[in-house]
């Protein structure tokens, strides 16, 4: 089976993109977990944190499929929801979009540049549900800032759901290995979080500043996750570290996002914003069966779009020394 592809990238969060909406692939549900664990193996000839499925929807713009690379479909993606919402911005010529995912239609914006000609896309993200009962098994109505004492004896968590679900803990530094340890057993634990989690570290660094990590569900340790950057961001508001309806820098391994946490009613929406970058576009042969994929034609690269990612990477290192010493 030939597949065009667009390998991209928001905060390094790095998917393999591809465009059923106006191509005509026919592909069946285990055809779907089959590219992915494909195409993402990082020992394989791709290797990638996602697979970005673009498909027609019937009353939005666009639809958005994402499974991660253990075949595994999440609720939502934040960093992939940019990728796609710009390359279907980019199909219709339009600067505005709306694109369905599994549990609410969602909106993208072009929004000028995050750094200089590094072009900045805006998405929402929603349901924001603050319910710990919805993939935690707890008596608890709220869980903010409390014990889980099978994952940590001395972190307290915060659970959300942006809808996909999120714990997330204050740390005054961040250790790899003990996120990497807490978000293995929170994985694990099936009878705690029966659908497994999203586990994210975040450093705080000042006035609206914060350093996140995760550990992914279906993944591992990543340079970015944006749901999980929303939903740190709501978290630092709600322990009002961070202000609400102000901007939030949130800096990660791989760049920054800038997320603005609203409340509308009783309900929280949150703006993300940030990158939408292509490293290259390519087309494979792949073989599901064997789970192997040969490349069809040579790479196409995006070499601007990457030198000026490099400049926000290299701005994102210097931000962050400058807090750190602050
Ligand atoms: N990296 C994504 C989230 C991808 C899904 C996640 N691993 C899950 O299973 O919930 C993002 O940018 O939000």
């Given at each position: 089976m030939n597949i065009e592809i667009i390998k991209c990238h928001g905060s390094n969060n790095d998917f393999v993109l591809i465009d059923e909406l106006f191509q005509t692939y026919h592909f069946s549900e285990s055809d779907r977990v089959s590219i992915a664990t494909t195409l993402c193996d990082r020992d394989g000839l791709i290797g990638a944190d996602g697979i970005l499925f673009t498909m027609p929807s019937n009353h939005a713009d666009a639809r958005m499929r994402m499974f991660n690379p253990d075949g595994s479909e999440a609720e939502m993606c934040g960093n992939g929801l940019r990728c796609v919402g710009r390359y279907v911005c980019e199909k219709l010529d339009r600067n505005e979009i709306m694109v369905e995912t599994n549990e609410?239609?969602?909106?993208?914006?072009?929004?000028?540049?995050?750094?200089?000609?590094?072009?900045?896309?805006?998405?929402?993200?929603?349901?924001?549900r603050l319910d710990p009962q919805l993939f935690m098994k707890t008596e608890k109505k709220l869980h903010v800032e409390l014990p889980i004492e099978t994952l940590s004896e001395d972190l307290t968590f915060t659970a959300v759901s942006v809808p996909n679900p999120h714990l997330i803990t204050m740390v005054p530094e961040i250790h790899d290995e003990n996120l990497s340890s807490i978000g293995k057993q929170a994985n694990e634990d099936k009878n705690l979080l029966p659908s497994g989690v999203n586990v994210s570290f975040i450093q705080p660094l000042g006035d609206q500043k914060i350093f996140v990590r995760t550990y992914e569900r279906g993944v591992g340790l990543?340079?970015?996750?944006?749901?999980?950057?929303?939903?740190?961001s709501l978290t630092t508001v709600l322990l009002e570290i961070n202000q609400l309806s102000k901007e939030i820098?949130?800096?990660?391994?791989?760049g920054y996002v800038i997320c603005v946490v609203e409340k509308q009613g009783d309900e929280y929406v949150i703006k993300l914003r940030g990158n939408a970058t292509y490293e290259y576009k390519t087309t494979l042969d792949i073989d599901l069966e064997n789970k192997t994929c040969k490349e069809q034609s040579d790479?196409?690269?995006?070499?601007q779009e990457k030198e000026a990612y490099a400049k926000l990477q290299e701005h994102a290192k210097e931000e962050i020394n400058l807090a750190a010493h602050e």
């Amino acid at each position: 089976m030939n597949i065009e592809i667009i390998k991209c990238h928001g905060s390094n969060n790095d998917f393999v993109l591809i465009d059923e909406l106006f191509q005509t692939y026919h592909f069946s549900e285990s055809d779907r977990v089959s590219i992915a664990t494909t195409l993402c193996d990082r020992d394989g000839l791709i290797g990638a944190d996602g697979i970005l499925f673009t498909m027609p929807s019937n009353h939005a713009d666009a639809r958005m499929r994402m499974f991660n690379p253990d075949g595994s479909e999440a609720e939502m993606c934040g960093n992939g929801l940019r990728c796609v919402g710009r390359y279907v911005c980019e199909k219709l010529d339009r600067n505005e979009i709306m694109v369905e995912t599994n549990e609410a239609d969602l909106s993208v914006v072009k929004k000028g540049e995050i750094y200089d000609d590094v072009p900045a896309y805006e998405v929402s993200i929603e349901p924001v549900r603050l319910d710990p009962q919805l993939f935690m098994k707890t008596e608890k109505k709220l869980h903010v800032e409390l014990p889980i004492e099978t994952l940590s004896e001395d972190l307290t968590f915060t659970a959300v759901s942006v809808p996909n679900p999120h714990l997330i803990t204050m740390v005054p530094e961040i250790h790899d290995e003990n996120l990497s340890s807490i978000g293995k057993q929170a994985n694990e634990d099936k009878n705690l979080l029966p659908s497994g989690v999203n586990v994210s570290f975040i450093q705080p660094l000042g006035d609206q500043k914060i350093f996140v990590r995760t550990y992914e569900r279906g993944v591992g340790l990543t340079n970015a996750c944006g749901t999980a950057m929303s939903a740190s961001s709501l978290t630092t508001v709600l322990l009002e570290i961070n202000q609400l309806s102000k901007e939030i820098y949130v800096y990660n391994r791989g760049g920054y996002v800038i997320c603005v946490v609203e409340k509308q009613g009783d309900e929280y929406v949150i703006k993300l914003r940030g990158n939408a970058t292509y490293e290259y576009k390519t087309t494979l042969d792949i073989d599901l069966e064997n789970k192997t994929c040969k490349e069809q034609s040579d790479r196409v690269w995006f070499e601007q779009e990457k030198e000026a990612y490099a400049k926000l990477q290299e701005h994102a290192k210097e931000e962050i020394n400058l807090a750190a010493h602050e």
